[in-house]
């Protein structure tokens, strides 16, 4: 198993910027891609981002060139920098991991919010 315990999340004015982090514990050579899913209620989970552990990025084109993820596989963390944030960027935020060769994420976090106001 893997446990997964996300903090950052809060409350900021649209431009501003936060910093997720996502650190996991348990059976961690299970593990290869780590990143986060946002939701907002009533919709799918929509990935953001990812990483694996060759560092290799994965964007959704709502978030490019504004957020940046990053991994520190000695410390079995996972960051998320949020840049220039708006409104439409609010919501709950859930870091997860992947498996080898699995086709989608096998654990997740408890989530965090993000709240952007306009």
């Known amino acids: 198993q893997v446990q997964l315990v996300e903090s950052g999340g809060g409350l900021v004015q649209a431009g501003g910027s936060l910093r997720l982090s996502c650190a996991a514990s348990g059976s961690i050579i299970r593990i290869n891609v780590m990143g986060w899913y946002r939701q907002v209620p009533g919709n799918q989970r929509e990935l953001v981002a990812s990483i694996d552990r060759g560092e290799g990025t994965n964007y959704a084109d709502s978030v490019k060139d504004r957020f940046i993820i990053s991994r520190d596989n000695a410390k079995n963390t996972v960051y998320l920098q949020m840049n220039s944030l708006k409104p439409e960027d609010t919501a709950a935020y859930y870091c997860?991991?992947?498996?080898?060769?699995?086709?989608?994420?096998?654990?997740w976090g408890q989530g965090t919010q993000v709240t952007v106001s306009s």
């Open positions: 997860f991991a992947q498996g080898w060769r699995r086709p989608q994420p096998d654990y």
